[in-house]
């Protein structure tokens, strides 16, 4: 399966339409956020324009969390899980959060093929022991060049791409 990754959109729905139209190329199957909308108009347009399933985690840029939650209600294939989730993909266990320092924690213990993290916006991929540590980037553009990622959970391999 492939699946996009996503974070730290802060607002800036003219990248992340930039990158609503890339995802076509990729054929993601799924979507990961891990955080930092901002304002709930820009978890609409994520749903708007992504069909298959997305999970988010919060981060610390997503104000109004009772919007957030109505919007998501709007679309079935949007599930919203507060600070962490620990999901089971294609038979690999995963877990998205916000904080590095949190998911450095998360890829120590063992526990997962892969977590996903956001916050600092920078792109990195670590191997921490049998477990893929990755961050996509930005979205916002403030800090780099905007980007995501894209993961294949049949190969393991993660990747970058500038938006």
Known sequence: MT????????DNIWNLDRVLKRLPED?????????????????AQLAEGFSGPIDVVFGNNDGDTHL???????HDHVTLHGQLAELDVDGLAV????????A????????YAAVFSGHDHRKYVHEVGDTLWANPGEVMGRFGEPSFGVWNTATGAFRHVDI
């Open 3 to 10: 699946i996009a990754v996503l974070s730290d959109i802060h």
């Open 27 to 43: 054929a993601p199957e799924r979507l990961f956020f891990l955080g930092d909308f901002c304002a709930p108009f820009t978890l």
């Open 68 to 74: 957030l939650n109505v919007i998501a209600a709007k």
């Open 95 to 102: 877990a998205l959060n916000h904080y590095p320092d949190i």
């Open 104 to 111: 450095r924690g998360l890829a120590g213990s063992g526990a």
